[in-house]
């Protein structure tokens, strides 16, 4: 069973400042995704990362993916009151099925 | 215009009772699924079809039964409801593995 762990699993800072979110897992996904969840809604797709040591910016978030396609990162700058929210990480495995293995989430708070 | 739609939105119903819920996606993807999210908000695949044809079936009670009339429609039908049932269901579609979009979905309580 492949498995993805996220931390910080709830995350409280202040507007301005800056935080990163880890995914990792000890298996290899051809590629991996990043949602961002709020209360009453689905997860809402941010990114997806495929290629190893891949880098995208959207805005103020940064993912990058690992070299060896196991762990990402979701780094925000200077964080917002609209960031907040559930961020998940999503891994899909080889194959056709495009399956979503998730990490447990981080819950984010950004206090004005 | 929504691009996955499920109903209902919320659902309250007793323990033993029988109960679907209904996905429509109009974005012309071929993959449909259907995800549970718990109390800790931990996501979990139950099932995948493809072009009305069943791919995932990820250790689902039988009381569990998705349908799919074609590939535009996914629903899922409980039997038997228990209260360790209740959760957020999410319908979701893709084409790709980069194109996947989600539903709002459907609270269920089981009482």
């Known amino acids: 069973t492949q498995l993805l762990e996220q931390s910080p699993q709830f995350l409280s800072i202040q507007e301005g400042e800056n935080l990163t979110v880890y995914c990792n897992s000890s298996?290899?996904?051809?590629?991996l995704q990043w949602y961002r969840q709020e209360p009453g809604e689905g997860p809402v797709l941010l990114v997806t990362?495929?290629?190893?040591?891949e880098v995208k910016k959207l805005k103020r978030l940064t993912f990058q993916f690992g070299d060896a396609r196991k762990d990402s990162s979701l780094h925000i700058t200077a964080a917002q009151p609209g960031d907040t929210g559930l961020y998940l990480c999503?891994?899909?495995?080889?194959?056709?099925?495009?399956?979503?293995?998730f990490g447990k989430g981080t819950l984010l708070t950004v206090n004005p | 215009d929504t691009a996955v739609s499920q109903t209902p939105k919320y659902l309250v119903t007793q323990m033993g009772n029988d109960k679907s819920i209904k996905c429509e996606q109009n974005?012309?993807?071929?993959?449909m699924y259907w995800y549970k999210q718990d109390s800790k908000k931990f996501l979990k695949i139950m099932f995948s079809?493809?072009?009305?044809?069943?791919?995932i079936n990820e250790t689902v009670p039988n009381r569990f039964s998705p349908k799919s009339p074609d590939k535009a429609h996914l629903n899922l039908h409980i039997n038997s409801l228990e209260l360790g049932d209740s959760a957020v269901y999410f319908c979701?579609?893709?084409?790709?593995?980069?194109?996947?979009?989600f539903g709002s979905g459907t609270r269920l309580t089981v009482v």
């Open positions: 974005l012309g993807h071929d993959t």
């Open positions: 298996s290899v996904f051809s590629s």
């Open positions: 079809y493809n072009n009305k044809e069943l791919i």
């Open positions: 999503a891994g899909i495995s080889g194959g056709s099925n495009y399956k979503l293995t």
């Open positions: 979701a579609s893709s084409q790709s593995e980069s194109g996947y979009t």
């Open positions: 990362v495929v290629t190893g040591g």
